[in-house]
Each structure stands twice: as C-alpha cells, then as structure tokens.
C-alpha cells in the first residue's frame, strides 16, 4: 500500500474497493502496519448491510468517513445540516430512497428556504446517494438559481471605515482584510508569523462540530502564502504585541456597526478579499499575480471583479443613451 507525502505535509494512503477510491490521512508518517490497520477499520464502514440503515445513519457514517480529510469547519457544517432534514426524510430506510422522495423533500424545502440552500442540502444528499447507492441515478430539477450582486465596498467606503477603526482593537484585523486576508487567517496569526513588512499565512482557526474554535491548516494549497504589508502596520502590530484577541465574530458585528453608522451599505467583511482584487486589477496587477498573493485556488473572484467592472460600464453607457434621447426629444 502506497504511502503519499501531500504538499500539505500530512500523508496519504488510498485503496479502490468495488470501484471505489477510499483514502486516509495522517498527520505524520505512518508505519504499513498501522496504515493497513487505518484502512481495514475505514473499509468496515462500506461494508455495513445497508438495508436498514437510514439516511441519518448513512450521513452520519458519510462524515466519519471524511473526518481525516475534511476540515473541522466542514464537518461542523456537514453535522449541521443533517440536524435540519425533515424526519420523515432522516428516518427512510436507504434502500428506499428514490428520485420520487427526493423530489418531494426538494418541493418542501423550497417552500420556505432559498434556491441556495435547497441546492446545497440536494448536493449533500446525492453525495451520501453516491457512497450508499451508487446506481442510483438522481436527476432533480431544483429552483432556480436567484441572481445576486452583493455590495462591493467602493475607496472611499474602505477609507472611511480605516479612519474609524484608528487606534482601536479592530484597526489590525480590518485592514489586514484589505489586504485580501480571510478573518480565519487573520485571527490565527502569531507575532512570529510577521517577518520586518511580510506576513506569513500558513494556518488558520475555524470552529469544528462541537462550537470550540481549533487552529488547522489554511483553506486551500494556494491558500499558504506571504503578504507584504505597510511597515507602518506592521511595527503598530509589533508595538501592540498581539494581532487580535478578541472573539472573531466581533470583528464581523463591528464592521456591521460600522456601516449602519456611516450609511454605508452592509457587506460582510470577507468582501474586503474582493474590494482588495479589485483594486489591485485596477491598478493594473496581473490577474495570475492577484490570485497568489490573495490565495485564491480559481479565477472565480476574478470572475465578480470583472463583472462588476462591464456592469459599471454598461451603467455609464445607459446614462449616456438617456441623455442624448431626452437631448432629442425635448432639446
């Protein structure tokens, strides 16, 4: 059985069953005997009698399945998610599920719950489907996707909130997140992870199942990276001693605050990561560059950054063909 040194530094061992690839990771090296032993237990859970097994013993099994691989974050959110299933839905017999229930779970759900939501709890059903009951072919027409343009801070809106936010505990982490650092980065962050003007992500806290908040690795590959920062910053951060010790969800609550004050409208504060790419597009940053120093693994924040950029063009020109209709109509 291969053992696999991932670029994360944890290791992998993977085996096919039945067509299936199961994989495990270790935090450290594992001897062949140990990883044979990790395998044999994960293979256990396949080999369960499924047929009275319910969908909540099946999602449930689906997440330990993952423990070693998804990070604590997911697997709270995964925890979470089983909890709001209806329990008719929860308590079906695997063996009985069928497009049919699936279809009426989807027309309940949209009732009262966002296209959004809906297609996200489908995305976890067809993933359990898919471990449980792979022949199961499952072709759900969902809601549609309802179309969204969330506010994307402007300049002035950042500058406002910075003076604010001067010479207080949320000055550090407010304007670290323009730099395009997410608040999980931010709050893990150590004096020794600072180095003269670089910062030096490589971790981040999130909380898992269980409500305590852990320090794991960064979101994503790309996500491990260095960021240079004003000196400025970085010897007030020095000076201080400390990055943040506050509890992370106040940041999200002040910036909140912060925006009702100045009459600015609400955006979350991760819309700083995209008011950051924006910026550095507009002054003229490769796009290749922008996704490295903010840790993006794809081009999809590009994606918005352009969007709003034709949707800013578009308004111009609008108001232009307005203008010239009306000087002809009544000039």
């Known amino acids: 059985m291969k053992i696999e040194k991932l670029p994360s530094g944890s290791y992998r061992v993977r085996k096919t069953y039945k067509g299936k690839t199961y994989s495990i990771t270790f935090e450290q090296r594992p001897?062949?005997?140990?990883?044979?032993?990790?395998?044999?237990?994960?293979?256990?859970?396949?080999?369960?009698?499924?047929?009275?097994?319910?969908?909540?013993?099946?999602?449930?099994?689906?997440?330990?399945?993952?423990?070693?691989?998804?990070?604590?974050?997911?697997?709270?959110?995964?925890?979470?998610?089983?909890?709001r299933f209806p329990d008719w839905f929860c308590n079906l017999s695997i063996a009985d599920i069928d497009q049919i229930q699936i279809n009426r779970l989807v027309n309940e759900l949209s009732k009262d719950k966002s296209p959004k939501t809906v297609r996200n709890y489908h995305g976890f059903i067809t993933a359990?489907?898919?471990?449980?009951?792979?022949?199961?072919?499952?072709?759900?027409?969902?809601?549609?996707?309802?179309?969204?343009?969330?506010?994307?801070?402007?300049?002035?809106d950042v500058k406002r909130i910075l003076e604010e936010v001067r010479d207080t505990q949320f000055e550090v982490p407010i304007t670290l997140a323009c730099y395009g650092m997410r608040r999980s980065e931010i709050c893990a962050l150590q004096l020794e992870d600072i180095e003269g003007d670089v910062v030096y992500i490589n971790k981040a806290i999130v909380q898992n199942e269980h409500n305590n908040w852990v320090i794991k690795t960064t979101k994503t590959t790309e996500s491990t990276r260095s960021v240079i920062i004003p000196m400025e910053l970085a010897d007030k951060i020095r000076k201080q001693g400390y990055?943040?010790?506050?509890?992370?969800?106040?940041?999200?609550?002040?910036?909140?605050?912060?925006?009702?004050?100045l009459g600015i409208p609400n955006f979350p504060l991760h819309k700083l990561r995209h008011y950051f790419a924006s910026q550095m597009s507009a002054l003229g940053v490769p796009e290749a560059d922008i996704l490295k120093i903010g840790g993006w693994e794809t081009d999809h924040v590009m994606k918005s950054v352009y969007r709003h950029s034709m949707m800013d063009k578009e308004e111009k020109a609008k108001r232009e063909a307005a203008k010239k209709l009306q000087n002809a109509l009544f000039s």
């Open 128 to 156: 359990i489907m898919g471990t449980f009951r792979p022949n199961l072919k499952i072709c759900t027409i969902l809601p549609q996707k309802i179309k969204n343009e969330p506010y994307t801070p402007t300049q002035e």
């Open 243 to 261: 990055i943040y010790r506050g509890h992370p969800g106040n940041i999200t609550k002040h910036l909140e605050r912060l925006e009702t004050k």
């Open 31 to 83: 001897t062949q005997k140990e990883a044979l032993q990790a395998m044999a237990k994960e293979l256990d859970k396949v080999r369960v009698d499924k047929s009275n097994m319910t969908f909540q013993n099946a999602a449930e099994s689906y997440i330990d399945m993952k423990r070693n691989v998804l990070s604590p974050r997911t697997i709270k959110e995964y925890s979470e998610t089983i909890s």
